[in-house]
């Protein structure tokens, strides 16, 4: 069964930065887009950053060129690289991918497709 390791999350001051990775393992045969996600407590899950092939971006209105998305795709791994993060980008950081994986193409709806999460804190 596919399983996607997430790391990189932490505490971090104002204006810092930290690099998200999130590995997939497993029966993978390629995958099509990834994505971060991110929830606050209270709120609703909101999209960080996706790409899709290896040049095809977007990111949520809030990331204001402070977040960089990226793929390798030989380690099946996705990074999102966040500068100058502000105390409301606290929040648990998910990945998510779709893709053909265990015998099948699983898409970003799938529970499969979702990472454990990690947390991110910056302090007010």
């Known amino acids: 069964q596919v399983q996607l390791v997430e790391s990189g999350g932490g505490l971090v001051q104002p204006g810092g930065s930290l690099r998200l990775s999130c590995a997939a393992f497993?029966?993978?045969?390629?995958?099509?887009?990834m994505h971060w996600y991110r929830q606050a407590p209270g709120k609703q899950r909101e999209m960080v950053a996706s790409?899709?092939?290896?040049?095809?971006?977007k990111y949520g209105d809030f990331v204001k060129g402070r977040f960089t998305i990226s793929r390798d795709d030989a380690k099946n791994t996705v990074y999102l690289q966040m500068n100058s993060l502000q105390p409301e980008d606290t929040a648990v950081y998910y990945c998510?991918?779709?893709?053909?994986?265990?015998?099948?193409?699983?898409?970003?709806?799938?529970?499969?497709?979702w990472g454990q999460g990690t947390q991110v804190t910056v302090p007010s």
């Open positions: 497993g029966n993978i045969v390629k995958i099509n887009a």
């Open positions: 998510n991918v779709e893709g053909y994986m265990d015998g099948t193409y699983i898409s970003s709806f799938d529970e499969r497709s």
């Open positions: 790409i899709s092939g290896s040049v095809h971006t």
